[in-house]
């Protein structure tokens, strides 16, 4: 698959987010389509890119979960201008390969971009929540 762009950190994009409890029971593909957060892009030496996102949602996470509240500000730019309020969970991820994703788009636009300070905040939390627990889902398969 030939990618019309390149994916970065803090950039928002439509995809059907796969939450890690729906996985646990067996569940193979998201529900929905919702904008997520890419955390983390890294392209190997093989030339495939290795995307960690986050989702995005208008439910307040629950006392158990790690999650940021997005601000008006930043929904601005992340193109998610229609969301009154909502999050970014940062203890689970998707993991997929752009090249090889069913999910991702070639042509998929990038919705917005959240900004440098905000990603670094994201990050941190997001390393965070991945050394005490994180539930990873791989949609490689």
Request: charged letters at 25%; a positive charge; hydrophobic letters at 40%.
């Amino acid at each position: 698959m030939t990618m019309s762009h390149e994916f970065r950190p803090g950039q928002v994009i439509d995809y059907p987010y796969l939450w890690a409890w729906q996985h646990e029971r067996g569940e193979t593909e998201g529900r929905k389509h919702r904008p997520t957060c890419v955390v983390a892009a890294v392209r190997a030496s093989n030339g495939l890119t290795h995307l960690a996102l986050l989702a995005i949602t208008t439910q307040p996470p629950q006392g158990d979960r790690v999650a940021l509240e997005v601000s008006d500000i930043e929904c601005r730019r992340a193109g998610l201008v229609d969301l009154k309020r909502c999050w970014i969970v940062v203890d689970e991820y998707n993991y997929d390969i752009v090249e090889r994703s069913w999910y991702i788009e070639s042509d998929g636009a990038i919705l917005g971009r959240f900004s440098k300070a905000f990603m670094i905040k994201i990050a941190t939390a997001f390393a965070e929540a991945t050394r005490r627990f994180s539930r990873r889902v791989s949609r490689t398969d």
